[in-house]
């Protein structure tokens, strides 16, 4: 199996004016693409990879081969990560999620709005290249910050939602002002696939 990046489920301009097009161009076919070739260069001589779902090779990083471990965690998370970031995003969306995981959210951090502060918060905080990610760890949600392109199944926490803090995620429009971009992400959060992710998420913590 060679991965395949994904089309992007919508327009390059579909996220303005939150995202613009120009990012969504470069992020999508520059940056992605290349997570994907890179990944696919790692696992090519190892034909008994060949079948594993990306998620797959992260999940289970330790029982890898070792000249690879570090070029799949880099490159298999990238390519896994943008997968996920094109479809939680979507043009008219934002709003509040609802029905069983807004009950989470406000179970396991108060309320919908602060839940919103702490995602930003520690996005704000992070510093250097990485992602903030909502996460299912065993039996609850958590905030949580990585570096690089590490990903939460590397550590067998399942990722629900997640903001890229790269640089090339938002410095065309917003410059040096993460927060900025940092809050006008929620304008394009898409509810209703973050909501299908922690339906997965319980799963994934149940097999
Ligand atoms: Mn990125």
């Known amino acids: 199996m060679t991965h395949e990046i994904a089309p992007l489920p919508y327009k390059y301009s579909a996220l303005e004016p939150h995202i613009d097009t120009e990012t969504m161009k470069v992020h999508h076919d520059k940056h992605y693409q290349t997570y994907c070739d890179k990944l696919n260069a790692a696992v090519s001589r190892y034909p008994e990879l060949a079948e594993m779902p990306a998620e797959e090779l992260l999940v289970n990083i330790d029982s890898l081969p070792e000249d690879i471990q570090d070029r799949v965690k880099n490159n298999g998370g990238g390519f896994v990560n943008h997968t996920m970031f094109w479809e939680i995003m979507g043009p008219k969306c ?102 299908r992710r922690f339906v997965e998420a319980l799963k994934f913590a149940a097999r």
Not at 104 to 112: E, M
Not at 131 to 155: F, G, M, T, Y
Request: proline share 3%; with cysteine.
């Open 94 to 195: 934002g709003g509040k999620p609802t029905g069983a995981f807004a009950e989470h959210i406000d179970r396991d951090f108060g309320s919908f709005d602060s839940f919103k502060e702490q995602v930003i918060d520690t996005g704000k905080k992070f510093f250097g290249s990485g992602w903030v990610w909502l996460v299912w760890n065993e039996d609850k949600l958590e905030i949580a910050a990585l570096e690089n392109q590490d990903s939460p199944l590397l550590v067998g926490h399942y990722p629900i939602m997640c903001i890229d803090l790269w640089e090339h995620a938002y410095y065309l429009k917003y410059k040096n002002e993460r927060a900025k971009y940092l809050e006008a992400w929620w304008n394009v959060a898409n509810w209703q696939e973050i909501e």
